[in-house]
């Protein structure tokens, strides 16, 4: 079992930048990481991803360039860096967890979920 926590979500302007952190608890160890948000009124989508050695990433092609994700296995946590932010990345935002693989871009894919995070960017 896996717990996951987001934090530091929040109001900026366009343009800034964010950092999303993902705090994980119980049994941690080579669990596969990603990023999803949901818009209002749209269906949760995949952002980015991360193997559990973090030697392997992917972005959505709507986020390439602008997000980096990363995790630090010592503080079981895995970050989502954010910049040059757009009304368009207003969303919640969902960290996610399995076991196993290298990463992953589907919802199903991921066992553990946690609550979300408010991002909202302002034009």
């Known amino acids: 079992q896996v717990q996951l926590v987001e934090s530091g979500g929040g109001l900026v302007q366009a343009g800034g930048s964010l950092r999303l952190s993902c705090a994980a608890s119980?049994?941690?160890?080579?669990?596969?990481m990603g990023w999803f948000r949901q818009a209002p009124g749209k269906e949760r989508e995949f952002v980015a991803a991360?193997?559990?050695?973090?030697?392997?990433?992917n972005y959505a092609d709507a986020v390439k360039g602008r997000f980096t994700i990363s995790r630090d296995n010592t503080k079981n946590t895995v970050y989502l860096q954010m910049n040059s932010l757009k009304p368009e990345d207003t969303a919640v935002y969902y960290c996610?967890?399995?076991?196993?693989?290298?990463?992953?871009?589907?919802?199903?894919?991921?066992?553990?979920w946690g609550q979300g995070t408010q991002v909202t960017v302002s034009s």
């Open positions: 991360i193997r559990w050695s973090g030697s392997s990433t």
């Open positions: 119980g049994r941690t160890f080579s669990t596969a």
């Open positions: 996610a967890a399995r076991y196993g693989g290298s990463w992953f871009t589907r919802e199903h894919e991921y066992e553990y």
